[in-house]
């Protein structure tokens, strides 16, 4: 983490949160649990091919899709953010040339950027803790040989290296017969470890609204150097790559998750061919090439 003194963080303070840690590690969370919970439904509609499945690929379906619908509400929050960097920015260079007193309205403005932030990834934790409860839940409810090393909370998770829709759709095709018991073992973690990160970005923009709050007070004694003002300057250009990073990544785990499994082929006419499978790749092209 970079050592600069923030402009919302008092001297006496030690090292305030970071932002980038978390916000990568949330981005990779969410890319690793795209391609595991692909690989966990596709394995689904394989064993059920030729049984019912009492609710549960569509119980698992309509997890995927409520994780999507958070991932876009993900790119979201991060604009925001981009846009409270720019202020930020603004703020540290006004506060260069200004006395104290008069960078309070300023500062005030971008206080309640962050409190409106702040309250913003609060709900988007919540919301992931009640997708992973419900994931939990349908996981007891899933056939033995899925649960036998598929436990909650692992901390393993498969990290394919990968960007972009198309090479995730590669990668998520190449074995049409994934193992159930670690696809939820693996999806298991990345929703694991996007919590941690959701939990490390509250923290962080609980700890922005605090220190801008004790700045911001008329008569606060609190001050900073130019030499401060610039590293808190240089600290947030360096946010702003780190989020473009962030909402490229993600948008592209957002779009990709819209592909949704078919299984493997149950009944072969000849060699190399399959009953259904030029449906599924006039779909899957559509889909790319509209």
Known sequence: ??????????RNRVAAPDMERPAVELARAIQDAMVA??????????????????????????????????WEKYILFFQGCQGYSEDYISLCQYSATRKAPETL??????????KNLSREVSVLKTKHEKALSDLGKHSKKLPAAFRK??????????????SGTLQFVQLANASLRPDGAQALKASNAALTAIDTSLRDLDAFWRDQVDQ????????????LTKEDLGKAEDMWRRYQSVIQRVVSSISASSDAVQVDPVGA????????????????????????FG
Do not use: C, Y
Request: charged letters at 20%.
């Open 37 to 70: 919970l692909f690989n966990l439904q596709t394995a689904l509609v394989n064993f059920f091919a030729h049984k019912t499945s009492r609710g549960l690929i569509e119980a698992f379906q309509a997890t995927r899709d409520i994780l999507r619908a958070d």
């Open 105 to 114: 309205a300023f500062a005030r403005d971008v206080l309640g950027m962050a």
């Open 212 to 223: 801008l709050a004790s700045a911001s007070k008329p008569g606060s004694t609190f001050r």
């Open 149 to 162: 090393q598929g436990s909650l909370g692992s901390s393993e998770v498969t990290k394919p290296a990968i």
């Open 1 to 10: 983490m970079s050592q600069a003194v923030v402009w919302s963080q008092a």
């Open 265 to 288: 082929p149950q009944q072969r006419k000849r060699i190399g061919e399959s009953k259904g499978s030029s449906s599924f790749w006039r779909k899957l092209f559509r889909f790319f």
